[in-house]
């Protein structure tokens, strides 16, 4: 959703409607209005065109910076204890305190 709120900016400071960028799209107006709001999230070929019809980098949309209503909080990561090999043994990852063996 991040993304949406970018490009709301982006439209915003170029003076561009959402009827333009449906048309730069090649959708309805309702299509791109609800990527615009969040509802559809916009692929990266969506984005690719938009950038290059604003004429900024697409990376602009993918700003990890995002805040506000617009900002998505990273889930931690967490990593499985066991896992299996590909034959289906167990394959047990040692904890930070365990040396690993060679």
Do not use: C, N, Y
């Amino acid at each position: 959703m991040w993304a949406a709120g970018q490009l709301r900016a982006e439209l915003a400071r170029q003076r561009k409607s959402s009827s333009e960028l449906a048309e730069a799209l090649h959708l309805s107006q309702s299509a791109a209005s609800r990527r615009l709001t969040g509802e559809i999230s916009m692929d990266l070929d969506e984005l690719s065109i938009i950038a290059a019809w604003l004429q900024v980098p697409v990376s602009s949309f993918m700003s990890s910076q995002a805040t506000g209503a617009d900002a998505v909080p990273e889930p931690p990561l967490v990593f499985p204890q066991r896992v299996a090999r590909q034959d289906g043994a167990p394959l047990v990852v040692p904890d930070d305190d365990e040396a690993v063996a060679a």
